[in-house]
């Protein structure tokens, strides 16, 4: 069975202290793996997709990466407005699985 | 502006009542579909259409229901068969990209249950 596993759970940044967030996968064909930001009370918003092992996409102050077991989402010098629970999920040849999310906050 | 729109954005529903959820989108995509975010929990798919007139279950479809009699529509009514319903619940479209299918969501409804 397709499975999504985010970690940590939840992670506490100093503003400018760049960190990694972490999402492991196991899937059937892999077709793509998005990322996304989920601010409290709204929707996600869609972030990346990757597609093969070895892409790496960028956004201001993101980074996404993936191997053939997982995704980094390395954040770079995060600003206070990077506070938000980031999503990871993947579709294989079954259909879309989704992590639990990385609530990600930052201290000014 | 193109877009998914969910209404209401609060919703109260008394315990035997069947309540629906609208989802509305305006990005001429073929596929939707509804999610339930429960705390802790990853997203978990109630029901997907992937093209008017029809639909499949996804992993938790007991006690909801869905129609798709527009390309723009997808509502979803919980009934009175949902023994656990207070969550919230998200709308999705997508666009098949490649070989992918990318989601966009819209802001979500919260449903409580007295």
């Known amino acids: 069975e397709d499975q999504v596993t985010q970690s940590p759970e939840a992670l506490r940044l100093q503003e400018g202290e760049s960190s990694s967030l972490n999402c492991s996968y196991t899937v059937s064909g892999l077709r793509g793996l998005f990322w996304y930001r989920q601010d409290p009370g709204k929707g996600p918003e869609f972030l990346f997709t990757l597609y093969s092992a070895g892409e790496e996409k960028e956004k201001e102050r993101l980074k996404a990466t993936l191997t053939k077991k997982e995704s980094f989402l390395h954040i770079t010098a995060p600003k206070p407005e990077d506070s938000a629970t980031y999503l990871c999920a993947v579709q294989g040849n079954n259909d879309m699985r989704f992590g639990a999310g990385t609530r990600l906050t930052v201290k000014p | 502006d193109g877009g998914i729109t969910q209404s209401p954005k609060y919703l109260f529903r008394k315990e035997g009542q069947n309540v629906t959820l609208s989802c509305e989108q305006n990005?001429?995509?073929?596929?939707m579909y509804w999610y339930r975010q429960d705390p802790g929990q990853g997203l978990r798919l109630i029901y997907y259409s992937q093209i008017v007139n029809d639909f499949q279950k996804g992993d938790i479809a007991e006690g909801y229901s869905v129609s798709r009699e527009k390309k723009e529509s997808f509502p979803l009514t919980v009934t009175s068969a949902q023994k656990n319903p207070t969550a919230f619940y998200l709308c999705?479209?997508?666009?098949?990209?490649?070989?992918?299918?990318?989601?966009?969501f819209g802001p979500g409804t919260r449903l409580t249950v007295l």
């Open positions: 999705a479209s997508s666009i098949r990209d490649t070989n992918t299918d990318t989601q966009y």
């Open positions: 990005l001429n995509h073929d596929a």
